[in-house]
DNA sequence: GGAGCGCTGTATCGTATGTTACGTATTTTG
DNA sequence: CAAAATACGTAACATACGATACAGCGCTCC
């Protein structure tokens, strides 16, 4: 079984004539980002003509160059998402069945905050504490729940905090109350839900500003999205896994409660006499 | 100082035109891979024209889009070279914000799954995933989102899964309906609710077998619950994290679809063909 | 409400890139 | 040792890619 175009080469390389050898070889010493490059800087780089190179991936079984780079391109995509099967053996770990799930999930998770900046965190913390105007919460239909969990803890630390429920007919009708001032955050994975579009767009030419949770796919919701929050959702699991963006929300509510300090603190006092 | 394209936009994202931020968006959700495809294929992945991905990388300071492109590649051969350095976020380095929420996230996760053995996971999806009585969820007020959660996911590759919500009157009366071969599911961290506690001990006198996910110190409930779950909380912020409780929900959810593969397959296919 | 500015997409252009044909060099085999 | 076959590079070609000019549109600010 033959998966890498790394592992082809080793398999083929026997066979190469001397220029195409030299070319596997310097393809192998630095994969494989000379693949990525052009034609002619290959070349160069193998000491070869350009179509000595062409000849090489033909030999690959590969129809042209450019199909030739999307295969590695596409390898790359795969190492990079899945950083664990990058750096550990398999053989390193002990082989408990839960372990997989866990592992992945802890992988999604330093990958979503790696591509995440403070800086883009801290716009989205400061509009959400902005008490200037409301701030409206829904999901899809297996996300609203995180909607719910971020709307329960940011309704205790400031007023106008509002989880959209029930049917689409009621919280359409709610766009009439939103207005410039106000943010709508969105929670919508695969497969996106039509009625979350057609809304976000709706209230997008409202010019309600939008904070998208989504998957690193992107949700068509990002078209409208003043500020997106792309989660790593893959698990070895028939599901997706939402665990990604339930921590990134759970930092911004705690973000937006420090914020807030101040304030929050003496709101929270009078919801506790309130009991 | 700015070292990564990376850096460079979620540094200027602020200032860019919507057409050139939803690039940005794209790019930043695919890192860096989209970038490295040809400028067409990268303005269609972003939902807008290639002129704007060209405005976009001169925005970014390039000269043209080769040079943009080399700059991704050599970032990435740098990181390739260096395994280590690609783990931690930059950020983690200089007194960042998020990453101790993170961080301290990612440790709740491993010290959870580690007070969690194989054959007690084993034994609660085996009674989740038996079909001869019902499942109920319901949560505490922080946490009732994730009985919804879990409920949404179960309720599709099984009959008979109840979420309880609305007023506690409501879901005592449900009470009446449940019986030995039942399950109830409840999330429940401090501050525990007695309301909850009340509604346990009624279940567990009826011969509910209750499956409790709580935190280290562990809700009264435990006293009548057949299966335990402590997952820990403590994070650097004013809440408690439920994260670690959504994750070890997830790993059930997944290991008890896979348990009911055959005939969830073919539910699955039915509420397909339902919409 | 009107004028100005800035953003974005369409269409066109020039060019860099991959491709192919061909001739020479090199190796292999009888 | 000779002849043939294979490999390799040079040069011409075509395509597809990035760049640019321009026009339409929405937005903001008088």
Chains 1, 2 share one sequence.
């Not at 592992?103 to 965190?121: G, P, V, Y």
Request: proline share 4%; net charge positive.
């Amino acid at each position: 079984m033959i998966s890498s175009i790394a592992e082809l080469i080793s398999d083929r390389i026997g066979t190469m004539p001397a220029g195409e050898r030299r070319a596997a070889q310097t393809l192998i010493a630095n994969y494989p980002l000379i693949g990525l490059k052009t034609a002619a800087e290959f070349s160069a780089a193998a000491g070869v003509s350009s179509p000595t190179i062409l000849r090489f991936v033909a030999r690959l079984g590969f129809q042209n160059y450019p199909e030739f780079q999307s295969t590695l391109q596409d390898e790359l995509a795969a190492q990079l998402q899945s950083p664990a099967s990058r750096t550990l053996n398999p053989s390193s770990l002990g082989g408990s069945a839960v372990s997989p799930m866990l592992e992945a999930t802890l992988d999604n998770m330093r990958e979503t905050f790696r591509h995440l900046s403070d800086k883009q965190l801290a716009d989205i913390v400061a509009k959400l504490a902005d008490r200037r105007g409301k701030t409206y919460l829904i999901g899809g239909r297996f996300t609203d729940p995180l909607a719910r969990y971020m709307a329960a803890h940011l309704a205790i630390v400031q007023p106008n905090v509002f989880h959209l429920a029930g049917q689409e007919s009621i919280w359409r009708d709610r766009l009439i109350d939103m207005g410039k001032r106000d943010v709508l955050v969105i929670f919508d994975i695969r497969r996106y839900q039509d009625s979350l579009v057609r809304f976000a767009e709706t209230a997008h030419q409202r010019g309600v500003q939008i904070v998208l949770f989504t998957d690193q796919w992107l949700s068509p919701i990002a078209r409208f999205a003043r500020h997106v929050i792309a989660g790593r959702t893959a698990v070895p699991s028939a599901w997706d896994s939402s665990a990604a963006l339930f921590v990134v929300a759970e930092t911004l509510i705690g973000a937006v409660t420090r914020q807030l300090e101040a304030d929050s603190a003496k709101r929270i006092r009078e919801l506790e006499s309130l009991r």
